[in-house]
């Protein structure tokens, strides 16, 4: 039985990946979804004081490509350069995007690997010359099994379609090199059996299990009908098939063939993080190449749902495609990562609107948490002159609010670091925020603080500890979701000058009451998210 991922031992890298994106254009936020996702779930790992290895990259081969470029007069590699210098890199470095490696298919460290486990596989007998002859979509760089293709209407009427992109397909013939996918099914089955987390979520398992059920073909690996590709070595007619060369990506990234102690501290990976329209290639075809040889298989394929508007999958073809910054400049990059791993369980299909956003935002972030921090900072300062007291009279409410820390510690380290349901884990801190809301809603120091006896002083210096320190809980737990804010909040409550940086804390370790001194210099900085203005057009 093959080893996967989730059986590395040791100092082994904690290896997170995302699909490799095509370049045919811009990334829109269907793209962001996967990416910030992967990010938040490094930087959580990294701040459980993990060795961490985060990959993403751009796949830049195949027919698809090679049209676009021409569509734009250039060459696919002019294009390939000019996006993914001007458009992806960009958008990653403005969402905080964390990322340990950037892969680029056209990058001799990738190509040359690549053309190595292929020649080595041939050797092996696993790949022979055939012809083939079917239906294939350009947009998805795939054969289609007559199955799967769905009827034309107004424009397409009479004329088979791409489930995924609505166009009609082309009907190609080619003579191709094939590699013995059919011999793997019965494999693949029995791993699927003996490991039922490998394909998450539930429905993505099943789509796969009965997929492979139904009997497997041999897999076209080859394309001779254009040059935009890595070459076949033993025969430069042909290049390699785009989806072989770029799942390679995940094995050459960490230095397959080029570097055995990197490799071996990385590969495989625990989570591959795709959109579930690429499901089969990365449980069906990625598992049966490591297999061929003698890799070992990645711990978990973990499918995100597709992002709705209006009803439809967001994508430049249906012209939903809205990019990124059309949110960040109204809402801000932290709140954009907070949002869509917020409202829409990872796994399932979500509908985005601006409306609801916009709801989200006011009510969780602005309201909750944003005015909670305001108000802890302005009494901190208004009754103590800025420096934090200590707490010397803490009763029954609060062991409750230490408590209610503890508990949202070891539920959205569970959820996030070992279930990747970022939803309920983004959701036990905030139900965390709600309670501190309601404990100085009760304990109310603003009448406490009339009180001036040493015992009224005690007990207001006890209330603002008990919330300042439960923000400071806050803070480390929404580190790797909002990187910018918690740090606005971590120095607000001096907390850099006493604990140190905020990267360093442990997130099981936030729950550890009483970490922040009594002395530290409580600042009311900037609001943490500030009120929205108007919806621009």
Not at 227 to 246: F, N, R
Request: proline share 5%.
């Amino acid at each position: 039985m093959a080893a996967t991922g989730s059986e590395k031992q040791g100092a082994t890298a904690y290896y997170v990946s995302t699909p490799i994106y095509y370049v045919n254009d811009a990334p829109h936020l269907g793209h962001a979804y996967t990416t910030v996702a992967g990010d938040v779930l490094t930087r959580w790992h990294r701040q459980r004081g993990e060795k961490v290895w985060y990959l993403t990259g751009t796949d830049e081969h195949g027919q698809k490509i090679m049209r676009t470029a021409e569509a734009n007069d250039v060459t696919p590699q002019a294009w390939c350069d000019k996006l993914v210098e001007e458009a992806w890199k960009p958008l990653w470095e403005h969402l905080n995007i964390a990322n340990d490696d950037f892969i680029r298919t056209t990058e001799k460290r990738h190509t040359d690997r690549v053309q190595e486990f292929v020649q080595d596989l041939y050797d092996k007998g696993e790949i022979y010359k055939g012809g083939y002859e079917g239906p294939y979509c350009v947009g998805c760089e795939e054969y289609k099994l007559p199955g799967d293709l769905i009827d034309g209407e107004g424009e397409f009427a009479g004329q088979k379609l791409c489930p995924v992109h609505k166009k009609p397909v082309e009907l190609l013939k080619e003579e191709n090199y094939f590699f013995k996918l059919s011999e793997y099914g019965p494999k693949l089955l029995e791993f699927y059996a003996a490991n039922p987390g490998f394909i998450q979520p539930e429905s993505a398992r099943n789509e796969v299990v009965n997929f492979v059920e139904q009997g497997l073909q041999d897999l076209s690996i080859s394309r001779s009908t254009f040059d935009w590709g890595v070459p076949v070595p033993w025969d430069d007619q042909h290049v390699i098939y785009v989806w072989i060369d770029a799942l390679l990506n995940y094995a050459t990234a960490v230095g397959y063939g080029a570097n055995q102690e990197k490799f071996d501290g990385t590969f495989p990976a625990n989570v591959h993080l795709i959109g579930k329209d690429i499901l089969r290639f990365h449980s069906v075809i990625w598992p049966a190449m490591l297999m061929a040889q003698g890799l070992p298989l990645p711990g978990k394929i973990v499918a995100n749902g597709w992002l709705m508007v209006g009803g439809e999958k967001m994508s430049k073809s249906n012209l939903t495609g809205i990019k990124p910054q059309d949110l960040t400049s109204h809402f801000g990059v932290d709140a954009y990562r907070w949002y869509f791993l917020r409202a829409i369980a990872y796994g399932s299909d979500g509908s985005f609107s601006w409306e609801d956003f916009t709801a989200r935002y006011t009510s969780e972030l602005a309201n909750d948490y944003g005015n909670l921090a305001s108000r802890v900072a302005a009494m901190v300062g208004k009754y103590f002159g800025g420096a934090l007291p200590e707490a010397t009279a803490a009763g029954d409410a609060e062991r409750a609010v230490q408590e209610g820390l503890a508990k949202a510690v070891a539920t959205a380290d569970q959820k996030i670091s070992e279930e990747l349901d970022f939803q309920s884990g983004i959701l036990a801190v905030f139900e965390f925020v709600k309670q501190v809301n309601g404990y100085i809603t009760e304990q109310e120091p603003w009448k406490v603080a009339k009180d001036t006896t040493p015992e009224g002083q005690a007990r207001l210096a006890t209330i603002l500890y008990t919330a300042a320190e439960a923000l400071r809980g806050v803070a480390v737990l929404l580190n790797a979701v909002m990187p910018e804010t918690s740090q606005q909040l971590w120095e607000s409550l001096g907390a850099e000058e006493s604990l140190g940086a905020l990267a360093d804390q442990k997130v099981q370790d936030a729950g550890t009451w009483g970490v922040l001194p009594a002395g530290a210099t409580v600042t009311k900085g900037a609001v943490l998210f500030p009120r929205l203005e108007q919806k621009p057009a």
